[in-house]
């Protein structure tokens, strides 16, 4: 029998839902690249449901327990009260998602003698502390591609919001009133403007082949990078460097993943190199900006607005300073935890288990860390080190 310790968000604040908006979602049986979805032998749920919170137990609730396995499900992570710190002595499996991460780190996973496997329900394994589990011969996975289109559409959405202006103008309709130049005085077209992305994997890619219909100048910087023919499809120029790149941009999208290189990369520095009154969208990690510098540069001007939704810890502190940044368009972090991308990610984490309990390889695609080492997607998009330092405190404190 195995221990089983998932972390997930809580439930609504209006409880647990009895029923959804639709009822059903599109079925996609592949992702852009070819690879297929999630394909586990059985799920043992309905997609559409809310599977990312604790009552939703992404669905493995069944299937764990008819195997004998122990199946613990808590929101309650941080602290050394906490649910998760308590029962991480004795846990072989632990999956938690990026949205509510469960922050392993060195400390952590040093008290963690059985554990194996830690699964991301989702994608960006950067609450784990990669090193520390190399050395601890734990294998991390998480699930390649099943929400990064989410994410995706999420950029454009922000990108919009942003350059219209429109989170502002909705609020003055809220509000009663028709202020036409209150809400005009911020708003341009993004059309002819030039759009950069930090990054160009699976979600950058998707971004840039969504804004390419806006007629906009499209750039983006990557270690990786694109083909020839997709640079001429796009019509999208390479930067070696984001220093290179962000001179040239009126909007920047960050989608690369968090690791010790990438760790503020947006800095003062950098925002010193940015036009006037660039727009920034970051939905890849809340820690790849210098939390500070955001502030100062949207408080200069450096920075005209600055919207996405993840933050560095998360939850974040109630005083965290871009809860009430000017012209920020910031949500809690749900663009990849659609109840679409549930369903997948959902279904992927079931794979994996089922790949675990039976002894069968995990998907290539899937590993992180594997035999001591660097493994599949983990070995293309990660560097060994860690980012989980800085939440030492939070661990502490509750």
Not at 207 to 221: E, G, I, M, N, Q
Not at 317 to 332: E, Q, V
């Amino acid at each position: 029998m195995a221990k089983v310790l998932c972390v997930l968000y809580p439930d609504p604040v209006d409880g647990y839902p009895k029923s959804y908006l639709r009822d059903s979602i599109p079925k996609i049986e592949k992702y852009p690249d070819g690879q297929t979805v999630p394909s586990p032998k059985r799920i043992d749920f309905v997609p559409g449901e809310l599977l990312g919170s604790v009552s939703g137990g992404l669905g493995l609730r069944k299937y764990l327990e008819e195997l004998g396995h122990e199946f613990i499900v808590t929101s309650d992570k941080d602290g050394p009260n906490s649910v998760f710190e308590k029962e991480l002595p004795t846990a072989d499996v632990v999956i938690s998602q990026p949205f509510w991460p469960a922050y392993l780190t060195p400390e952590r996973i040093k008290k963690a003698k059985n554990l194996k496997l830690v699964i991301t329900a989702g994608i960006g394994s950067d609450h784990v502390d990669i090193q520390a589990a190399i050395e601890a011969g734990i294998t991390v996975a998480e699930i390649t591609y099943s929400n990064s289109i989410s994410v995706a559409e999420h950029v454009v959405m922000m990108i919009l919001s942003l350059v219209r202006n429109y989170l502002p103008s909705h609020e003055w309709a809220v509000k009663g009133g028709w202020n036409i130049a209150d809400c005009a005085k911020r708003a341009y077209d993004l059309e002819g403007m030039h759009v950069g992305t930090v990054g160009a994997g699976r979600i950058g890619l998707a971004v840039l082949r969504r804004l390419k219909p806006f007629d906009v100048h499209l750039h983006y910087t990557d270690q990786h990078r694109l083909p020839s023919e997709i640079e001429k499809e796009l019509e999208v120029t390479y930067h070696p460097d984001v220093y290179s790149m962000v001179p040239y941009c009126d909007v920047i999208t960050i989608n690369c993943p968090l690791h010790p290189s990438t760790e503020h990369l947006f800095n003062d520095q950098l925002f010193e190199k940015c036009k006037r009154g660039t727009f920034l969208v970051n939905t890849a990690r809340g820690k790849i900006c210098d939390r500070d510098a955001v502030v100062r540069a949207v408080q200069s001007g450096k920075i005209a607005a600055y919207a996405g939704d993840v933050w560095f810890p998360q939850p974040p502190p109630a005083d965290h300073p871009w809860r009430t940044l000017p012209y920020n368009g910031m949500t809690p972090h749900y663009s990849g935890t659609t109840l679409s991308a549930q369903a997948r990610y959902a279904a992927g984490t079931r794979e994996i288990l089922e790949c675990f309990f039976e002894g069968r390889p995990i998907r290539e695609e899937y590993l992180i860390v594997k035999g001591g080492k660097l493994a599949g997607v983990g070995a293309h998009s990660y560097t060994v080190g860690s980012t989980t330092k800085g939440v030492e405190e939070l661990l502490r404190s509750k």
